[in-house]
C-alpha cells in the first residue's frame, strides 16, 4: 500500500492586513522674493540673513507646512523621516540680481502629502512685508535629486 501524505492547509479565515509600505517623495521648491539688488547694494547681506532665518523657521517647523489628507496626523506611522537642503542665493540675472532659495525636500512617507504653499508664501510675504513671492515646486526621481544636491551643496556655506 503506497504512503498517505499528510497534508495540513485549508482556507484561512481570517483575512491577512497588508502593511502598507513607504513611499519616496522628493521636491524641489524654488521661492523668490523678486526683489531686485543693484551691485553693492548695502541692505544685500542682512536682507540675505534674514530670509534664511525665515526659511530655516519654517524647515524646522515643516509639520506645519504640509498638508495631510483629512483626520491623518503628522507622525512615524505616517511621515518616519524628511530630511531637507537647501540654499538662499542671489541670482544673477541680466536685469537684476534677485533674492531666492532653492530647497529639496526628501519624505518617507505613507499617506498623501502636499507642501502647502499658501501657507508659505503667507508666512515669508509677511515676514518681510511683501504682497507675493515666486515660488516654483516640482517632484524630483532620486537621481534627480543627486544632481541638486550637488548644486546645493557647492554653494551653501556649512
Not at 8 to 16: E, H, P, R, Y
Not at 30 to 42: A, C, G, H, L
Not at 110 to 115: F, G, P, Y
Amino acid at each position: 500500500m503506497p504512503v498517505v501524505p499528510k497534508i495540513k492547509g485549508g482556507i484561512s479565515n481570517v483575512q491577512k492586513e497588508k502593511e502598507e509600505k513607504y513611499k519616496k517623495s522628493n521636491f524641489h521648491l524654488t521661492i523668490s522674493t523678486n526683489k531686485k539688488y543693484e551691485k553693492d547694494d548695502p541692505h544685500l547681506e542682512d536682507d540675505m540673513k534674514y530670509f534664511d532665518q525665515i526659511i530655516s523657521d519654517i524647515l524646522n517647523h515643516i509639520d506645519g507646512y504640509v498638508k495631510l489628507p483629512e483626520n491623518t496626523v503628522w507622525d512615524d506611522t505616517t511621515i518616519k523621516d524628511v530630511d531637507v537642503d537647501y540654499v538662499v542665493e542671489v541670482g544673477s540675472q541680466k536685469n537684476g540680481k534677485r533674492l531666492h532659495c532653492h530647497i529639496l525636500f526628501r519624505f518617507l512617507h505613507r499617506t498623501k502629502i502636499q507642501l502647502d504653499y499658501d501657507k508659505i508664501k503667507k508666512r515669508i510675504c509677511d515676514a518681510l512685508q511683501i504682497n507675493n513671492v515666486y515660488m516654483y515646486n516640482r517632484l524630483v526621481r532620486p537621481t534627480e535629486g543627486q544632481n541638486i544636491m550637488a548644486y546645493l551643496s557647492k554653494y551653501r556655506n556649512d
